[in-house]
């Protein structure tokens, strides 16, 4: 009997149907962003390596990404419930593996930093159809015109496949990248700019965007949803070739990549608090091997490490005439006669005054002067800074926040004292000093959003305000057309820091914001310290101060060791300290590492957790990861090539 086109449509559904339950497809697959290892599921689909699907856990749902097709496993395996249209590249899927090996965290954590492509997209990755591409080319546009020496530069970097830039403020760095980007979009290519999250000031992103116009695209964590949205659209349809950013930029869906370049490349802001803990320079680096793309990196200050492991054209001088001069003072960290004496001058001149110092808040430690007591985070060992605008004590580690007392818990006392001064104390004092001036606090309190830091610069370089006091985001490739008076505070602070790297850092954050001085006319620089000798020693030869920085290097610290910091952290003290114990004595049986140090952190507790560490050290960084991987207890939290030691 013939069966009617209905109901042989239901009985061939059927047949297919009980075929996929007799054949399945087994699959290894990473949760986005968990910390869980690999996971098998099954499905009657074949799949391919790096497709986003769904999945169940605990009767939770969550976006897993395939990584592997496997066998039949001997237990039971849930069934993936839903494949998306989104997909990871194989060049995403092998950065995903070196994150993951190198950093030691999942490979669900490293795919966690990275945005898929979508099926469809203007891309001829491996699942997309080259045939169909229809991506817009770029037109040829304005072009940019270099001095002979930015061309022998421009030359140099593209001879080689990582470089350094290494170019005195103003020497004219960016008009260098920005050629740079031109030849790629003339070749149809892509571009990857990275800034650190501080400078990605609103000057380079109107500079950008005057010559690019609407092939430039900004990425960054403060980008509304439809922002976000309008961004992506760009990078996935095609039109935009210059993708500049921080660290996330980095992690976005990109074909046609023909260049990246990292600016301010010894900024600390590239290297990632949280889990994994990489560095965006490198990973940049890396990525440059896996696209077979050229790498720039670049700095006035640059650090020793990519000094040393990387040839570098050296850019002198810069396009500001005026002269810098230099007064050392040998005081505290205050805002002495000579200093005011200096502001009022600058101000009566009608003037413009830059103020520095490395500490945000007031201060750094509430003491009483009759007990000595201080005012500890109840939750973390570390003193809270005074915060005037809001009354308050702040802990900069948990965010806990209390009123500040008028007298001393312990004794009673009337006499409580502050040290170290601040940025917001800094403001009040200078504003008493001289009523009639336009005071500005200039750090990350008060700059919390980049219309505020617009707006903030905006009345800075049309006059509106006199005189900016700020921290670390004063130095950050802002430019200030009209200061002639940069005051530098908290140098011998920066100096005394227990960190292998803090010459360098001190002295890159002088170069920095004396770099921001003297632009349009002969500036004066007060720098706060007992360490002339050292400061004017190398101020004007940073190239110098590296030569001689290796040989206090060598042998010990990187770039010719490797290091690697692992925390423990748990609101029991005892099982940290346990779990550090176990993992030390297990360390302490390899003979290619060395365990440089163990014990409590120098700040014990943070958001009412104890804190222990051990710092290895190594020839090579294969070694480290192997020991690691050995050894790992439960409660470690690995830190590869660390930055942070407090």
């Given at each position: ?5 209905a ?11 009980e ?10 697959v ?20 790096g ?25 039971t ?17 092998s ?7 190198y ?29 169909n ?7 040829a ?6 001095s ?8 140099f970097?593209?001879?080689?496949k990582?470089?350094?830039?290494f170019g005195?403020t ?29 400078s ?7 500079r950008?965007?005057e010559?690019?116009?609407e092939?430039?695209v ?5 980008l509304?949803p439809?922002?976000?949205?309008k ?7 095609g ?5 500049a950013g921080?660290?996330?930029?980095l992690?976005l869906p990109l ?7 990292v600016?301010?490349?010894h ?5 990632s608090?949280?889990r ?16 077979d793309?050229p ?7 640059p ?13 002198k ?20 006669p ?5 502001l ?17 808040a ?5 003491i ?17 800074s ?9 802990c ?28 917001a ?8 000093e ?7 606090q200039f ?6 959003t980049s ?10 370089n049309?006059?509106?305000s ?5 921290t ?14 940069a ?23 002088l170069i920095?914001?004396?770099?921001r ?9 007060i ?8 400061f004017?020693?190398?101020?004007e030869?940073?190239?110098g ?5 290796k ?10 060791k490797?290091?690697c910091?692992?925390?423990?952290s748990?609101?029991n003290g005892?099982?940290?300290q346990e779990?550090?114990n ?8 390899l003979?290619?590492i ?5 014990g409590k ?7 009412d ?5 051990i710092?290895?050290r ?8 192997r ?19 407090g």
């Amino acid at each position: 009997m013939e069966l009617s086109p209905a109901v042989a449509a239901i009985v061939q559904n059927l047949l297919i149907n009980e075929a996929r339950r007799l054949y399945l497809y087994f699959y290894e697959v990473a949760l986005l962003s968990s910390p869980l290892s690999l996971l098998t599921y099954h499905s009657s689909l074949d799949l391919e390596k790096g497709r986003v699907v769904e999945v169940s856990l605990r009767n939770k749902n969550y976006k897993a990404v395939v990584t592997e097709i496997t066998s039949k496993p001997d237990f039971t395996t849930s069934e993936i419930l839903e494949v998306s249209d989104f997909f990871y590249s194989s060049k995403q899927l092998s950065l995903a593996q070196f994150i993951s090996s190198y950093y030691i965290c999942s490979l669900g954590e490293a795919l966690g930093l990275m945005l898929a492509y979508e099926s469809g997209m203007c891309s001829h990755a491996e699942h997309g159809n080259e045939s169909n591409r229809h991506c817009e080319r770029s037109e040829a546009i304005s072009t940019i015109t270099l001095s002979a020496k930015q061309k022998e530069a421009l030359a140099f970097l593209q001879e080689h496949k990582i470089s350094l830039l290494f170019g005195d403020t103003g020497s004219g760095k960016t008009e260098i990248y920005m050629k740079y980007f031109e030849l790629m979009i003339a070749q149809g290519k892509r571009s990857i700019f990275l800034m650190p999250e501080i400078s990605l000031t609103p000057q380079m992103s109107q500079r950008l965007e005057e010559h690019f116009g609407e092939k430039v695209v900004m990425w960054h964590s403060k980008l509304t949803p439809l922002q976000k949205r309008k961004a992506l659209e760009k990078i996935y349809n095609g039109t935009a070739f210059i993708i500049a950013g921080p660290r996330s930029a980095l992690f976005l869906p990109l074909e046609d990549l023909g260049l990246i370049v990292v600016d301010e490349e010894h900024d600390d802001s590239y290297k990632s608090s949280s889990r994994p803990r990489y560095n965006a320079r490198d990973i940049a680096i890396y990525m440059g091997k896996i696209y077979d793309v050229p790498v720039v990196l670049g700095s006035a200050t640059p650090s020793l490490s990519s000094y040393v492991k990387f040839p570098h054209v050296r850019l002198k001088g810069g396009h500001y005439s005026s002269d810098k001069e230099f007064v050392y003072e040998k005081s505290a960290e205050t805002l002495s006669p000579l200093i005011l004496q200096n502001l009022k001058f600058t101000l009566d001149k009608k003037e413009q005054s830059i103020v520095f110092l490395p500490t945000r808040a007031n201060f750094k430690y509430l003491i009483c002067g009759d007990c000595g007591h201080t005012y500890e985070c109840v939750f973390c060992s570390i003193g809270m800074s005074i915060h005037q605008k809001s009354h308050a004590l702040k802990c900069h580690y948990c965010n806990y926040t209390q009123a500040i007392p008028q007298v001393c818990s312990k004794c009673g006392s009337g006499h409580l004292t502050s040290s170290r001064l601040g940025t917001a104390e800094a403001v009040k004092n200078i504003s008493e000093e001289f009523a009639q001036a336009r005071v500005e606090q200039f750090d990350r309190d008060v700059i919390t959003t980049s219309a505020k830091l617009k707006k903030a610069l905006k009345r800075f370089n049309e006059k509106e305000s006199d005189i900016l006091v700020g921290t670390q985001m004063l130095s950050k490739g802002h430019d200030y057309h009209g200061v002639t008076l940069a005051v530098v505070l908290g140098m011998d602070n920066m100096l005394n820091m227990s960190d292998y790297r803090a010459r360098e850092k001190a002295l890159s954050s002088l170069i920095q914001v004396a770099g921001r001085s003297g632009r349009a006319k002969d500036a004066k620089v007060i720098v706060q310290s007992f360490n002339e000798e050292f400061f004017s020693l190398y101020l004007e030869n940073y190239e110098g101060f590296l030569e001689d920085e290796k040989k206090f290097r060598e042998g010990l610290y990187p770039p010719y060791k490797k290091l690697c910091r692992i925390l423990f952290s748990h609101k029991n003290g005892l099982k940290a300290q346990e779990q550090m114990n176990k993992m030390q004595e297990a360390l302490s049986r390899l003979s290619n590492i060395e365990i440089v140090g163990y014990g409590k952190c120098a700040i014990e507790r943070v958001s009412d957790k104890y804190r222990f560490e051990i710092l290895l050290r190594s020839d090579k960084s294969t070694d480290l990861i192997r020991a690691i991987n050995m050894c790992r207890v439960d409660l470690a939290e690995i830190d590869m090539d660390p930055i942070e030691f407090g």
